[in-house]
């Protein structure tokens, strides 16, 4: 008869399973509702354990938001191959698998949870911001940002969170109308902006000149022009 063994875990395998485990029950339900007692249990360990890894359950919930943001960033990545308008739906597609896995925990970071105010939390909240702006620079092929398109990304980056926001509660838009909105939502703002100046009606310009019939940019136009008729 063979008898199992538990194997020790390092102290950094350790801090690893215990955001891991964090990071799911914050998935599931608000952090404020999570308990260590439970994060415990879920890990297999005892209470007193999980303080001789983290201090108490805010810095847990800071080390498992600085993953979950990383993870957040990462979404944001695309190849800069072929039309704009399908890369940005790809991006929002992937922003929009994030917020269906984490719905609870993200509801909490942008509305108000344990760590929210916090210096630490702030900054890598700003860190997904800034990752996701410096990301839409690159396809825009634009190396510093002109004040009116600065003002257009960021706006448009807090527009995904928000339309993110009012999804969860209740989910009474289907997901995938408000994955492509977004996009029109990007259009629709760099092009009011084109009206007031010169370089992002050039930059509107070099968007679409290589967008496909098909493609989100044209849909938008379409919709438009029916609306105008």
Excluded: C
């Excluded at 360990?45 to 960033?73: M, N, Q, T």
């Excluded at 917020?99 to 760590?115: I, K």
């Excluded at 702030?122 to 410096?134: F, G, H, K, M, T």
């Amino acid at each position: 008869m063979t008898i199992g063994v538990r194997r020790r875990m390092g102290v950094e395998e350790r801090r690893q399973q215990l955001i891991g485990v964090a990071l799911e029950l914050f998935s599931r339900r608000s952090p404020d509702e999570v308990s260590i007692d439970e994060i415990a249990s879920a890990a297999g360990i005892s209470r007193p354990l999980v303080y001789h890894y983290f201090p108490g359950k805010l810095s847990l919930y800071e080390a498992a938001l600085k993953r979950a943001s990383e993870d957040l960033a990462g979404r944001f990545i695309e190849p800069q191959e072929g039309p704009l308008g399908a890369r940005l739906l790809r991006v929002m597609r992937r922003f929009f698998d994030f917020v269906d896995e984490h719905g609870p925990g993200f509801a909490a970071l942008m509305r108000g949870g344990p760590a929210v105010g916090s210096s630490a939390t702030n900054a890598l909240i700003d860190s997904v911001r800034q990752a996701a702006y410096e990301q839409i620079l690159s396809h825009l092929d634009v190396a510093e940002a002109p004040a009116r398109l600065e003002l257009v990304i960021r706006s448009w980056i807090s527009l995904a969170e928000s339309t993110a926001l009012i999804w969860l509660d209740g989910r009474r838009i289907p997901r995938a109308e408000l994955e492509i909105q977004l996009v029109h939502d990007f259009a629709a703002l760099t092009a009011v902006s084109a009206a007031y100046d010169e370089e992002m009606t050039a930059l509107v310009k070099r968007m679409v000149q290589d967008e496909p019939t098909d493609g989100p940019f044209a849909d938008l136009a379409a919709r438009l022009i029916a609306l105008a008729g």
